[in-house]
């Protein structure tokens, strides 16, 4: 896949999709998400919340400790952006 000039699409994650502990795990769901495209500085949003921020291409790692629904979202300084909605289940 690759990403036209400007355009920012987040890898690693599929809109709608539900994340549960792996097997019997104890410990939260965590997951790995990559940028691509874009420009310069990308920085990732949680329900509207800013909780990181990454150079392009590099990966970025959410651990999810509430069951729910979030909204993750990339965008760069110039606009471009991607979100994906998934469900956190138990």
């Not at 539900?18 to 495209?37: C, D, F, I, V, Y």
């Not at 919340?49 to 400790?65: D, G, Y």
Request: net charge neutral; aromatic share 6%.
């Amino acid at each position: 896949m690759n990403a036209a000039l400007g355009d920012l699409k987040i890898l690693g994650a599929r809109h709608n999709m539900k994340l549960r502990q792996a097997g019997a795990s104890t410990s939260a769901p965590t997951l790995q998400m990559t940028p691509l495209g874009g420009q310069g500085r990308v920085y990732w949003l949680v329900n509207g919340r800013l909780v990181n921020t990454t150079e392009p291409n590099q990966s970025f790692a959410h651990t999810f400790t509430e069951e729910g629904a979030y909204t993750i979202t990339a965008t760069d300084l110039t606009g471009n952006y991607d979100s994906i909605s998934l469900h956190v289940v138990q």
